[in-house]
């Protein structure tokens, strides 16, 4: 077995592969707590379907590289949903949830009615599944592509670790934050384009449906057993790179389809974090 | 002396005005006790006292040379703080964020005030305990603390003993007595004990008459 892992370690497009899926699974938790905590993780679901949509306008231009579409589209709607309203309650509680399942059911529906229209292969039920759960992208990424998820996996890194005291006490109480001085709106605002831009990557990990459970099973898992927040922040992200690289060495060796190994995993670590802390706490 | 000048200050959200025209004075030494029924918009005074409230109309003017920066403020517990997976010193030290910029890092000094503030509030002995396995009264004293790290002179109060039993409660008005009268803190504190606000306050202001 070890053989034929060396075997497939030889060619470039599998370790692209696990770099790419290391820093993408990275950035996901490392978000996903905030995420999670903040009660987002819905939108997180809902941007992902938007980025499908984007994809499906993308294909149709024919645009040399699709991220010049998907990026700024999903920038735009995570900031109009994480950002839409000056009073943080009016937003998410009152027109949030409804404004959620629209954009995300909408963006899937438009999506998939642009890939039939438009469609350029013999295959579209087969492009389409790809997209939405990642069965290949990800062992078949160019050069660029893996450059540019460095960079801005490189980006999304620099910026949580300067801001990562700033995050926690805006995560913790906005309301406070806001009357220490701390500039909220500027912060909600970067964290809606840095959850943007995970979100776009992780769709090539595994696939427009399946990001959500990038972003929230590592978090939640690492919520289950740790307890204080720097801790839940590093076991997330620890949590979350040893799913994802058991899931695509797993995918490549028995051929299974990558995101949804990787989730299998995730799902995998929740349960045995979840038994830990019954079992320590002695309830639910 | 006044530390707080409110001229006719209307705050509000969406297409609704909560609090119109008011004018009032917080003089310094102040224990304001504001009580009034609910949504009459104490609340939303205090938010606008603390900076998180923008005024439609008015002005608050800070005099004596308070600063932003000297006023704490201690908001109502959310439903996201008490799950929330973080350590007591984690969520103390945030106060401090308004103040320092980009270090990853808290200073010797801050972190000695934040011990301070701890004491003040009893909390010192929770410090490595975890915020959501703390009882009510305990969340609502580290929250204190907090609000304390960011306070030199003003302590704005909502609801501090809300859901707390008498044992709780009797605890927080000891701390906050403590504060106002050993460490010469104002105290503005919106409450619907209105029994312990008579006790405790040196002014009382009823939202009920203002507000109509």
Redesign the interface.
């Known amino acids: 077995m070890l053989d034929k892992l060396f075997f497939y370690l030889d060619f470039p497009f599998v370790r692209y592969a696990i770099i790419v899926g290391t820093l993408i699974s990275l950035c996901s938790s490392l978000l996903g707590v905030t995420l999670v905590l903040k009660r987002y993780s819905y939108i997180g679901d809902g941007l992902s379907h938007v980025a499908f949509g984007a994809l499906a306008i993308a294909a149709v231009l024919k645009v040399s590289n699709n991220m010049l579409i998907i990026l700024p589209v999903t920038i735009a709607v995570a900031i109009l949903l994480l950002c839409g309203s000056k009073d943080s309650r009016a937003c998410v509680k009152i027109r949030g949830d409804a404004a959620i399942a629209m954009v995300s059911a909408g963006a899937l529906a438009m999506g998939y009615l642009l890939m039939n229209i438009f469609s350029s292969s013999a295959n579209v039920a087969g492009d389409v599944c790809t997209t939405l759960f990642g069965s290949m992208s990800i062992l078949t990424l160019k050069p660029t592509d893996v450059y540019l998820c460095m960079i801005l996996s490189a980006t999304v890194l620099v910026i949580f670790i300067l801001f990562y005291h700033k995050i926690f006490a805006i995560t913790f109480d906005e309301n406070f934050a806001r009357a220490t001085g701390v500039n909220v709106s500027a912060f909600n605002l970067l964290i809606a384009i840095i959850i943007a831009v995970i979100i776009v990557l992780a769709m090539n990990l595994v696939g427009a449906l399946l990001v959500s459970a990038l972003i929230v099973f590592p978090s939640l898992s690492a919520m289950r057993i740790f307890k204080s927040f720097f801790s839940v922040t590093i076991a997330a992200a620890v949590i979350s790179v040893i799913c994802s690289l058991t899931g695509i060495l797993v995918a490549i060796l028995a051929g299974t389809p990558v995101g949804s190994t990787i989730v299998a995993a995730d799902i995998l670590v929740f349960f045995i974090s979840y038994i830990t802390s019954f079992i320590r706490n002695g309830r639910m | 002396m006044t530390l707080l000048k409110c001229r006719n200050l209307t705050l509000g959200?969406?297409n609704k005005n909560v609090v119109e025209n008011l004018d009032y004075e917080i003089h310094s030494g102040d224990y304001l006790c504001i009580i009034g029924k609910n949504g009459c918009g104490k609340t939303t005074f205090l938010?606008g006292l603390?900076?998180?409230l923008r005024p439609r109309a008015g002005k608050i003017d800070l005099c004596e040379n308070l600063k932003?920066?000297e006023?704490g403020?201690l908001?109502q517990m959310?439903t996201?703080?008490k799950d929330?997976?973080?350590?007591v010193e984690?969520?103390v030290?945030?106060?401090?964020?308004?103040?320092?910029l980009?270090?990853?890092f808290?200073g010797k000094s801050l972190r000695k005030r934040a011990s301070e503030c701890l004491e003040l509030t009893r909390t010192e002995n929770l410090r490595k305990e975890?915020f959501r396995?703390l009882s009510g009264g305990q969340k609502q004293r580290v929250l204190l603390a907090?609000?304390l790290c960011?306070a030199e002179r003003l302590l704005l109060l909502d609801e501090p003993v809300t859901g707390l039993d008498p044992e709780s409660s009797q605890n927080m008005y000891n701390i906050i007595k403590n504060l106002h009268e050993n460490r010469n803190m104002t105290i503005v504190m919106v409450t619907h004990d209105v029994e312990a606000a008579q006790k405790h306050a040196t002014r009382m202001l009823n939202f009920n008459e203002i507000v109509q």
């Open positions: 959200y969406g938010r603390a900076g998180v932003r920066k006023i403020y908001p959310t996201t703080q929330f997976p973080a350590s984690e969520i030290l945030s106060a401090f964020q308004g103040k320092s980009l270090l990853p808290y975890c396995e907090r609000a960011a």
